[in-house]
């Protein structure tokens, strides 16, 4: 009953194997997604997973806005000359 609300640490090897999973294209988004929202992660690792994700939205939300206005000024750049 001491334990009761206390969460499991995930070890230093669910880290590591984390880490690893995460080098793996494609993958690292299916196991980010399960993570997140399937449930059977401890709340840690669903809460990064979930800060991951948020970081990947925002990175790719930024890179469409500098494309968008990369493209535009090259295409001006070409339309003057």
């Known amino acids: 009953m001491e334990n009761q609300g206390m969460e499991k640490s995930v070890s230093v090897g669910d880290w590591m194997l984390t880490m690893f999973l995460m080098a793996i294209p494609v993958v690292n988004l ?27 939205v925002i990175s790719i939300g930024i890179g469409i806005v500098v494309g968008v206005i990369a493209g535009a000024a090259i295409f001006r750049a070409f339309r003057f000359s």
């Not at 997140?36 to 997973?49: C, I, R």
């Open 30 to 56: 299916i196991l980010l997604l399960v993570w997140a929202f399937g449930g059977g992660a401890t709340p840690s690792k669903a809460n990064w997973a979930k800060a991951v994700l948020l970081w990947m």
